[in-house]
């Protein structure tokens, strides 16, 4: 996977915008940028997905740079319960591109 | 549409013993992935399974570890002779198609292995 980097931790108020972003400079033209978050306790759960528009669907939006080499996604009105680990994974393009690699991610907790 | 069901939850077993996971797909996908998480650190590949295939076990350890999809019923994860490094949350993914650049893996809640 091309290598992404992602703040360790970001505090957000509750009904304000979480912006998180994700650098990944390494990626190919056509590889995806991937979204999933993990709420303590519980498996990984899939936000969004993207290759180079914007996206946006119920749970957030996705905004890649022209160049592709950053995004960041965005969930508009954050709740206490959007508090959760988030992972941004670029699979690589080659023939294992199923094999997700979690980092780190980014902590996102949002206070009342 | 239920999701990926992964069953036990929590799971508890003494060095030695066997342990059994077991991972039913969300209905249409006929390809399953298993992930470990050990304590504090992020989810870790360990095999992909296609109906009676195993298609990339590169990420299981050699040792003690086995997986299997058959034709009929879910997919398990055996785990034997347990040793406390084991302990962990496993978790499974599956996909309608090969994931890869657009197909999306969907995750089940885990199993959370103990061993005493």
């Known amino acids: 996977d091309a290598k992404t980097t992602q703040p360790t931790s970001m505090d957000c108020a509750e009904g304000r915008a979480a912006n998180l972003p994700c650098n990944h400079s390494t990626i190919s033209g056509n590889e995806y940028v991937y979204w999933y978050r993990q709420i303590h306790s519980q498996g990984p759960q899939y936000i969004i997905h993207g290759l180079k528009n914007n996206e946006t669907n119920e749970m957030a939006s996705l905004i890649i740079t022209e160049d592709r080499k950053s995004s960041t996604l965005i969930l508009p009105h954050a709740t206490l319960r959007d508090t959760a680990v988030y992972y941004c994974i670029v699979p690589s393009s080659g023939g294992s591109n199923y094999k997700l690699t979690f980092g780190k991610g980014t902590l996102l907790t949002v206070n009342p | 549409n239920a999701g990926v069901m992964q069953n036990p939850r929590h799971l508890v077993r003494r060095r030695g013993q066997e342990a059994r996971l077991r991972c039913s797909p969300m209905k249409g996908h006929s390809h399953v992935y298993w992930y470990r998480q050990l304590p504090e650190e992020g989810l870790k590949f360990m095999v992909y399974?296609?109906?009676?295939?195993?298609?990339?076990e590169s990420g299981m350890p050699k040792e003690r570890f086995s997986a299997e999809f058959p034709k009929e019923g879910p997919s398990i994860l055996r785990i034997q002779q347990v040793v406390r490094g084991d302990s962990a949350a496993y978790f499974c993914a599956s996909s309608p198609r090969l994931a890869g650049a657009t197909d999306t893996q969907y995750f089940g809640p885990g199993t959370r292995l103990t061993v005493l």
């Open positions: 399974l296609q109906k009676e295939n195993i298609i990339d």
